[in-house]
């Protein structure tokens, strides 16, 4: 009974998912940000909402949810002020996406980002605006060779986790922190990917052998 006490209280792991949610590559990361801005079939509020979940690695309500007073306010003071994942208020630095912020900024007549996004009067606009997000979203992968049915804004988020995590020495509160999240277990979700990599980057270098016929 005193043991079940004690091992009562010691996090475990996450449970390994039945399927793994992989990010994108840096290099397609990279791609897809360079499409975003130069993309001309993207409208200036759409380069914005693609632009900040890109380098930042906002959700995409987070994104839609954004208030113009305090888009504002970030362009002039440098930290946004928005309402994340369970109305919680969230303040982050705007130094990597401070140009998509710009281009918000400069819309006239509108309250929520979602707004701009979706010109639909009737309807749940938030779904409209989510929507047409992600559809332009996958239009960008289909420019950089990357399938629609591989390509949705979770991803980049995912992305932008497992890119800060390796950064950072695979430091999982420090992600947490970054991420603005309030249980280290969410951190450790995204972790896989970086702790499979790291592990096949250490065993491939353990022996570096010759290449097959070679001298």
Not at 145 to 165: C, K, N, Q, V
Not at 170 to 185: F, N, T, V
Request: proline residues 4%; hydrophobic residues 40%.
């Amino acid at each position: 009974t005193v043991l079940l006490e004690q091992i009562s209280d010691i996090l475990l792991p996450p449970p390994a998912r039945k399927l793994v949610k992989v990010p994108r590559t840096k290099e397609q990361w990279l791609a897809v940000v360079k499409e975003i801005n130069a993309a001309d079939y993207l409208s200036h509020p759409e380069r914005a909402a693609l632009g900040i979940m890109s380098v930042r690695g906002l959700r995409v309500g987070d994104v839609l949810r954004l208030e113009r007073e305090k888009v504002v306010e970030a362009v002039r003071t440098g930290e946004l002020s928005y309402k994340g994942k369970g109305s919680k208020w969230i303040i982050c630095g705007t130094k990597a996406f401070s140009a998509y912020l710009e281009l918000f900024a400069r819309e006239d007549d509108w309250e929520y980002v979602c707004d701009l996004i979706s010109v639909s009067a009737r309807g749940n606009k938030m779904k409209s605006a989510g929507q047409q997000l992600s559809r332009a979203l996958k239009t960008v992968g289909e420019h950089i060779g990357i399938s629609r049915d591989d390509m949705y804004p979770h991803r980049l988020r995912r992305t932008y986790a497992t890119e800060f995590l390796a950064a950072v020495g695979g430091d999982l509160e420090k992600l947490r922190q970054a991420m603005k999240w309030s249980d280290i277990q969410t951190a450790a979700g995204y972790a896989d990917h970086s702790r499979t990599k790291e592990l096949e980057n250490i065993g491939d270098n353990l022996l570096l052998t010759p290449t097959p016929g070679g001298k």
